[in-house]
C-alpha cells in the first residue's frame, strides 16, 4: 500500500471519529439532566424563559391567487407588577376593555407590593387589534391628563402587549372541509389538523428556533427573525368552489338528504377544482368542531366516507366489459328480469324484465342482470384485474389527510363468494369513496388515462415558486374504449331525456342508486344516490361526481341528483368558459 495514501486515509478517519465524538458530546449534553435544570435556574432566577419562535405560518391560496388561509396579528397582554403604580386603573381598564375578572387583576398588579412580586405575568392572549387600540387609547389619555393633587394618577404603567400572530381564514366556511384548520390557541404546539393543514403541517410550518428570552417584553433587546414557512396555491378554483358549495348545499336541504359532496376534476391533469361536503364549518371557530362533527372522520366526507356506489360502478364494469372485448355497443342481451350467479338470483332495480337490449340501453336502464352478465363473462380474472388498475381498493394518493380505503374482495380471500362477481359489477358489496370514484372515472373522460388526483399546484419557498405537475398513475384502457363509452353514455341520457342533460352541451353520465346494508340485510327504504357526468363529450374538460347520501324526499337518483348535476355543470360552462358545441364547431371549422 502506498503509504501517504495510507496516512491521508488514517487522517480522514482520525477527523471523522473526532468529528462525530463533537456531535454525539453536543447533543448529550443539549438533552442531559443538568441542561434541562440550568434552564429551569435561569427561568427561576433570572426571569427567563425558553422560547420558541414559530416562522410565520404559509397562506394558502386559490389557483388565481385568492386567499384562503393566511395570518392576522392579534396580540399578548401582560402586567409586570414592579413597573405598577396603579393597580385600581388596571383592573378597571382590563376588567371593562378584555373581559378579565377585576379581583384577579387588581391582585397581580399589586402583587409586587404587597409580595414583592417580580414576574411577569401574562394575563389574555389571542387580543385583537381593535381591543388593545382601546387600551391604546386609555394609555394616551393618561398621559396627557392634568395630574391629581391627590393619590394617584390613573395610569396603565406596567401593562404590556406584544403582537404574534394567529392563523385566519378570510372566507370563512368556504372550502373548509379541505383547508382543516391550525390550532393556534396552543402557541407552544400549535399543528395542523386535517385536511390541507395537516397534511402539510410541516412544509406550512416551517422551522423553529429556540431563543432565552427575559419573561418581561420590555427587557427584549431583539428577537430573531425566522423564515416563514411555506406557502400553497392550490388547485381550487375560488369561484367553483363557492358554486358547488351552494349547488350542495341546496340539494342536501331540497332532498332531505343526511349530507352531501360533490367534487370537480380536471381529467386531464388530476386537478380538483372544487370539493365541497356538508356540513360547512367555520375554521376560525374551531373549538366548535366536536359540536358540527361527532364523528370526526365525517369532516370530509369526499375522502373520508366509504359506501357502496351502487349503479355509477356500471361504468367501470362497462368499460372493463368493451376494452377486454367481451362485449361490443352492439352486444345483444335478452333482459328476463333475473340471473343465477353463484347458486343465488340477482334482479332488476325494479324487478321487471326489460327483454331485448343492446349495452347502450343496458346502461341506459342501468339493468342489474345485465351488467352481472356481462362480469360472469369477462371472468373473475380479467373482471377483478380491471377493477384494480382502475384504484378501487387502494389509496388515490390524493394529498388530504384522513383518505379512508376499503380493500377489494378478491377470489381466493376469505371474504370472496362467487356471487361477489355478479354483485359487484352493479356496485353493490364493494365500498369506496367519492374521490376514489372519481379518480377511476375520470379515465374514461381522459382517452384511458387515470390521472393522480391533487389539491396543491405548486408552493412558495423562499421566494422561489415549485410547480407540482400532474401524474399520470397508469392508461386503464383504450382511447378508443374511453371515447366509445362515452358516447354511449351520451346517447343513453339523451334517450331518456334526462333532467341531468345541459342545454348546448352534449355531456355523458350515469345515475347510481345503492341500497345500504344493515345488520339485517339491504334495506329498501334507504338509499345513496350518486350522478357521475363528464362534459363536453367531445372533449371533456370537468368530471363532476355527486353524492346524497339517504335522500328522503326520493330514492332515485333520476330525481335527486340528475338535476344537481346538471345544475353544476351549467355553472362550469360559464365559470371555465367553455363555449357552446354549435359555437365550437364552427370554430373547428374556421
Known amino acids: 500500500m502506498n503509504k501517504p495514501n495510507a496516512r491521508l486515509r488514517l487522517i480522514g478517519v482520525v477527523f471523522l471519529v473526532v468529528g462525530l465524538a463533537i456531535i454525539f458530546q453536543m447533543v448529550r449534553v443539549q438533552n442531559s439532566v443538568q441542561a434541562k435544570e440550568m434552564i429551569s435556574f435561569l427561568e427561576a432566577t433570572y426571569n427567563q424563559e425558553v422560547r420558541v419562535i414559530k416562522p410565520e405560518r404559509g397562506n394558502i391560496y386559490d389557483r388565481w391567487g385568492n386567499l384562503l388561509a393566511g395570518n392576522t396579528e392579534v396580540y399578548e397582554v401582560g402586567i409586570a407588577p414592579p413597573q405598577v403604580n396603579n393597580s385600581e386603573t388596571v383592573a378597571q381598564d382590563l376588567s371593562s376593555i378584555l373581559g378579565l375578572d377585576y379581583s384577579t387583576i387588581k391582585a397581580i398588579a399589586r402583587s409586587y407590593v404587597e409580595q414583592g412580586n417580580e414576574q411577569y405575568q401574562v394575563v389574555a392572549d389571542f387580543v385583537s387589534a381593535e381591543k388593545v387600540a382601546q387600551l391604546e387609547a386609555k394609555l394616551a389619555e393618561y398621559e396627557t391628563a392634568e395630574k391629581p393633587k391627590r393619590g394617584a394618577a390613573p395610569s396603565l404603567n406596567g401593562v404590556h402587549w406584544v403582537a404574534h400572530l394567529k392563523r385566519s381564514y378570510p372566507e370563512n366556511n368556504l372550502a373548509s372541509n379541505i383547508l382543516g384548520f391550525y390550532n393556534y390557541y396552543d402557541r407552544t404546539d400549535g399543528r395542523g389538523i386535517l385536511g390541507l393543514e395537516e397534511q402539510y403541517d410541516d412544509l406550512l410550518s416551517g422551522t423553529d428556533t429556540k431563543v432565552i428570552l427575559p419573561m418581561n417584553p420590555t427587557a427584549i433587546q431583539e428577537i430573531p427573525t425566522v423564515p416563514s414557512g411555506a406557502s400553497l396555491i392550490l388547485t381550487i378554483d375560488r369561484s367553483i368552489q363557492a358554486a358547488m358549495e351552494r349547488?350542495?348545499?341546496?340539494?342536501?336541504?331540497?332532498?332531505?338528504?343526511?349530507?352531501?359532496?360533490i367534487i370537480v376534476m380536471d381529467p386531464e391533469t388530476g386537478e380538483i377544482l372544487a370539493m365541497a361536503t356538508t356540513p360547512p364549518f367555520d375554521p376560525n371557530q374551531y373549538q366548535q368542531y366536536n359540536e358540527v362533527f361527532p364523528q370526526g372522520s365525517y369532516f370530509n366526507r369526499a375522502?373520508?366516507?366509504?359506501?357502496?356506489?351502487?349503479?355509477?360502478f356500471k361504468v367501470l364494469t362497462m368499460?372493463?366489459?368493451?376494452?377486454?372485448?367481451?362485449?361490443?355497443?352492439?352486444?345483444?342481451?335478452?333482459?328476463?328480469?333475473?340471473?343465477?350467479?353463484?347458486?343465488?338470483?340477482?334482479?332488476?332495480?325494479?324487478?321487471?324484465?326489460?327483454g331485448p337490449q343492446d349495452m347502450t340501453g343496458c346502461m341506459q336502464h342501468s339493468l342489474n342482470v345485465c351488467l352481472a352478465?356481462?362480469?360472469?363473462?369477462?371472468?373473475?380474472?380479467?373482471?377483478?384485474?380491471?377493477l384494480q388498475n382502475f384504484g378501487i381498493g387502494r389509496y388515490t394518493g390524493i394529498d388530504l389527510a384522513g383518505e379512508a380505503v376499503y380493500p377489494l374482495s378478491l377470489p381466493g380471500d376469505t371474504n370472496w363468494y362467487p356471487i361477489n362477481l355478479g354483485t359487484n359489477s352493479f356496485g353493490q358489496g364493494v365500498a369506496a369513496t367519492p374521490i376514489q370514484m372519481i379518480t377511476a372515472i375520470s379515465a374514461v373522460a381522459n382517452d384511458g388515462k387515470m390521472m393522480a388526483p391533487h389539491l396543491v399546484k405548486a408552493y412558495i419557498q423562499d421566494a422561489t415558486q415549485y410547480d407540482i405537475s400532474p401524474r399520470l398513475v397508469r392508461q386503464v384502457i383504450k382511447p378508443e374504449t374511453a371515447h366509445t363509452l362515452t358516447d354511449m353514455l351520451s346517447v343513453s341520457l339523451e334517450n331518456e331525456a334526462s333532467s341531468a342533460l345541459v342545454e348546448g352541451y352534449r355531456v355523458a353520465g350515469k345515475t347510481g342508486t345503492g341500497e345500504i346494508p344493515t345488520a339485517e340485510g339491504y334495506s329498501s327504504s334507504r338509499t345513496n344516490a350518486?350522478?357521475?357526468?363528464?362534459?363536453?363529450?367531445?372533449?371533456?374538460?370537468?368530471?363532476?361526481?355527486?353524492?346524497?347520501?339517504?335522500?328522503?324526499?326520493?330514492?332515485?337518483v333520476s330525481v335527486v341528483a340528475a338535476p344537481v348535476f346538471s345544475e353544476a355543470a351549467s355553472e362550469l360552462v360559464v365559470l371555465m368558459k367553455l363555449p357552446p358545441d354549435s359555437v365550437r364547431a364552427q370554430l373547428n371549422q374556421d
Open 247 to 261: 349547488i350542495i348545499t341546496d340539494a342536501v336541504d331540497d332532498s332531505g338528504s343526511v349530507s352531501g359532496s
Open 303 to 312: 375522502v373520508s366516507q366509504l359506501y357502496e356506489p351502487g349503479s355509477v
Open 530 to 556: 350518486s350522478f357521475v357526468g363528464w362534459g363536453p363529450s367531445d372533449d371533456p374538460k370537468f368530471v363532476v361526481y355527486i353524492w346524497l347520501e339517504e335522500p328522503s324526499s326520493s330514492p332515485w
Open 319 to 354: 368499460a372493463a366489459a368493451l376494452d377486454s372485448g367481451a362485449v361490443t355497443p352492439d352486444t345483444s342481451f335478452v333482459d328476463t328480469g333475473a340471473i343465477e350467479v353463484g347458486g343465488l338470483y340477482i334482479y332488476n332495480w325494479d324487478r321487471g324484465a326489460w
Open 373 to 386: 352478465w356481462i362480469a360472469t363473462e369477462m371472468g373473475p380474472t380479467n373482471f377483478y384485474t380491471y
